[in-house]
């Protein structure tokens, strides 16, 4: 008797554990380009609302310290997809690291001069000299300031610039720095939070016109497993197209998710992040989507600006087709 | 003197070695470039841009060198003070243990705002970090003197002065030294990290513009300078300690010859 209860136990035990797996979730990893920001709230919301589980997915979400870093963990395959801008994915797919773009997200360049609404600049070619400049040197945007000076043609030697990484808020504020050269939704509207007076001068004004954060991920991921990548692109934008309808669900689901965070901060960033993913591409074929046209365009900037040695074949840096 | 040679040989030869062990590595696995470049594509980039590279080396020497002189001052001055009272030593001991260990390299985003740009942040963080080891091990030094050696010279009627200046001081040579080597690399952290965070030039900011650049090749490139950099002023440190040791010990002969 007690040995056929024991091995009905067993048995049982035995059938429970050859029983496929009830649908395991994949979990993935991603990575994003900074450390957490209202920028990131569709994110926040696309895994809180469900979004991910809904597609079988279990998302881990990673801050990051800067696109160039993501891009190389993404190129690497230390995470399984990235939110970098597109032009650092691009210069990654140069140096033989396998990075695709399977969602441009934000289609406009943020990259702007910031200024106090006191001292402003109103023409880049003459009201930048004798002012200080803050750069921020281990941000794309200080390469692209250094091709705006070639393209406008300033002289040098009437600029003054000066590092200021991670800084440039708290040195505008106190006048350390006259100008600073920044994304526009994060240190001036920073600042107008903080209740100074600042306005901005856009770098795609002076052409320098670039597609920004994407949703990123490794080629060969693309080949081994395409649905989940479907299924990850897919979850993804839904959180943006949704926050697109319901910011205030959005700046809520960050919010919670950050609770240390400047809420009047994150308020105003939010809907002007949302604004960048607004394009003609975009309003027609969906948000992330990008073109051959556009990517072309921002390839030919960057070897200009010698942020890319040679051209590549950009069809290999994006697809559409996770998009559908 | 053939044993020296062979020695050093077989030391280089670990260098050698391990360089040769990268370079197949890099190349059987296949590694990138923009991951981990391999040694021979360093050493092309280190001479490609050896003038750049060259001309960024100066203001980071200058800033270690000004991190560790100012540690080296404030370091001694310091250790002195303490040296003289055994209670001013004891109550302050705590203190300077917590100000050890708070990570200074934490602060750098913020000497920027504190300091500024360029040269004065860099020569701050160098010396925070850089003038602990030297306050330890000078107060220790100083007060490790055989006290019946110090006792003698009391009987003989010396100063103060001649007792720190024959006696302790001397003594605690080895001690300060071996604080001095520690310091000097502290100093090159301080230094690089400086550069990371609040300046323009030097080769902590080749290292990280190249490193955003996805220029893995450039950044490798200005890490070996740096480190060749970092060899050359150690090494000018221990220099300095055999000659002041030699002359040091020349004075405490004279000294006990002529008691």
Redesign the interface.
Same mark, same amino acid.
Request: proline letters at 10%; aromatic letters at 10%.
């Given at each position: 008797m007690n040995i056929r209860r024991k091995l009905l136990a067993v048995l049982a035990l035995a059938a429970i554990a050859s029983a496929p797996a009830a649908n395991a979730a994949d979990k993935v990893k991603l990575r994003l380009d900074w450390v957490y920001g209202a920028e990131h709230a569709p994110i926040f919301l696309a895994r809180d609302k469900g979004f991910f589980k809904e597609e079988g997915i279990d998302v881990e979400l990673m801050p990051g310290e800067g696109s160039s870093v993501t891009v190389k963990l993404v190129g690497n395959r230390d995470a399984d997809f990235g939110y970098a801008t597109a032009d650092q994915a691009l210069i990654g797919l140069a140096k033989e690291l396998p990075v695709v773009s399977t969602a441009v997200i934000l289609q406009k360049n943020p990259t702007a001069f910031i200024f106090k609404t006191a001292k402003p600049v109103k023409d880049v070619k003459t009201d930048l000299y004798g002012k200080t400049i803050g750069v921020q040197l281990k941000s794309n945007t200080g390469r692209q300031w250094a091709a705006l000076r070639e393209i406008l043609k300033l002289d040098p030697s009437k600029l003054k610039e000066v590092p200021a990484d991670g800084a440039l808020v708290p040195l505008l504020a106190s006048d350390r720095i006259d100008v600073a050269i920044g994304f526009y939704h994060n240190d001036a509207l920073k600042l107008r939070a903080s209740g100074e007076n600042v306005n901005w001068i856009m770098f795609e004004d002076f052409g320098v016109k670039m597609y920004s954060s994407a949703l990123i991920t490794n080629a060969n991921l693309i080949k081994e497993k395409p649905d989940l990548v479907r299924r990850f692109t897919r979850a993804f934008v839904k959180g943006w197209t949704y926050s697109a309808q319901n910011p205030e669900e959005a700046l809520k689901a960050f919010i919670a998710a950050n609770p240390t965070t400047d809420v009047k901060y994150a308020t105003l960033k939010l809907p002007e992040v949302i604004k960048q993913t607004r394009s003609p591409d975009a309003d027609k074929n969906g948000v992330g989507s990008s073109n051959v046209k556009d990517w072309n365009e921002m390839q030919t900037l960057l070897v200009k600006m010698k942020m890319m040695d040679a051209p590549v074949d950009v069809t290999k840096a994006f697809t559409n087709q996770f998009l559908k | 003197m053939k044993k020296n040679a062979l020695l050093h040989f077989w030391q280089l030869m670990t260098f050698v070695l391990f360089f040769l062990a990268w370079e197949v590595l890099v190349r059987v696995l296949g590694v990138?470039?923009?991951?981990l470049p391999a040694p021979t594509v360093i050493f092309e980039q280190i001479w490609a841009h050896r003038a750049m590279l060259l001309q960024n080396t100066w203001p980071t020497f200058v800033a270690i060198g000004l991190g560790f002189t100012y540690a080296f001052i404030v370091g001694f001055a310091i250790a002195v003070g303490i040296a003289f009272s055994r209670t001013v030593r004891e109550i302050t001991y705590p203190f300077l243990i917590v100000a050890q260990i708070l990570p200074k390299i934490a602060f750098a985003?913020l000497f920027?705002?504190w300091f500024?740009?360029g040269l004065t942040p860099k020569i701050v963080i160098a010396a925070l970090i850089a003038f602990f080891p030297i306050v330890i091990n000078t107060a220790k030094g100083l007060t490790s003197v055989d006290p019946e050696l110090l006792q003698y010279l009391d009987s003989l009627g010396a100063s103060p002065r001649e007792k720190f200046m024959r006696v302790s001081l001397p003594w605690a040579m080895p001690y300060i030294f071996a604080a001095l080597k520690i310091s000097i690399t502290l100093a090159i952290v301080g230094a690089v990290v400086g550069e990371f965070? /609040?300046?323009?030039e030097g080769l902590g900011?080749v290292i990280?513009?190249a490193?955003? /650049?996805?220029d893995t090749q450039l950044m490798f490139a200005a890490i070996t300078v740096l480190s060749v950099l970092g060899v050359l002023m150690f090494m000018a440190v221990v220099a300095v300690e055999r000659l002041v040791t030699k002359s040091s010990s020349l004075a405490v002969d004279t000294g006990s010859a002529t008691m």
């Open positions: - | 990138k470039p923009v991951i985003p920027l705002i500024g740009f965070v /609040a300046a323009g900011y990280n513009s490193n955003i /650049a996805l």
